[in-house]
């Protein structure tokens, strides 16, 4: 076998047996790029509803009575485990699935739940690396297959089109876009 037709069956077969892996790790990291600038987390789907309690309230007055209104006029009581005071003007109600947050000077209360987004949360659990474990390896083996693949793809085409050619041209090109930017993040 050539040293040509060797390179051609690496870059194919690492390419079909690591397909999945480059799928996770594309749409999870697009979604945690994109959690940090846009506030959102690619895990959960969060849904706040403001209420407003019929009155206002002291921290004094809060008692079991008044949770339990509370959670009755937020339909949560089944929901309810427990509460607490951050401060003197803010009561916090967790809740199995989300929680409740009353300003009390006000009366104004905000129902936020939150449910784990189908598919996102799973991926970002991969690519986290929360498994642990064999996963570990796993990804160990991913990203030495991405180093051969990258190597491998530079010599798949001859001439023109190629290394020695315009492949070489977006090699580099790809090589300091990276180099570049982080010298602006890190040195600007």
Same mark, same amino acid.
């Given at each position: ?26 749409? /999870? ?109 796993? /990804? ?49």
């Amino acid at each position: 076998m050539s040293w040509r037709k060797l390179n051609r069956w690496i870059h194919r077969e690492l390419g079909f047996l690591f397909f999945g892996m480059t799928i996770i790790y594309g749409i /999870s990291g697009i979604a945690l790029n994109h959690s940090v600038a846009r506030h959102w987390n690619p895990g959960l789907i969060t849904k706040a509803t403001s209420i407003q309690y019929p009155g206002t309230l002291q921290k004094a007055d809060v008692d079991r009575a008044t949770i339990e209104k509370i959670l009755e006029l937020t339909g949560e009581k089944e929901n309810y485990k427990q509460y607490y005071f951050p401060n003197e003007d803010h009561l916090m109600i967790y809740l199995k699935g989300g929680h409740i947050t009353v300003d009390l000077p006000t009366g104004s209360m905000q129902l936020t739940k939150i449910r784990n987004r189908p598919v996102f949360q799973e991926l970002n659990y991969l690519h986290y690396n929360k498994p642990k474990k064999l996963w570990t390896w796993f /990804s160990d083996l991913y990203a030495l297959g991405l180093v051969l693949i990258a190597i491998s793809g530079l010599f798949l085409i001859k001439g023109r089109k190629g290394i020695t050619g315009r492949g070489g041209i977006l090699t580099i090109i790809g090589i300091l876009i990276p180099l570049a930017l982080l010298i602006v993040y890190l040195w600007l």
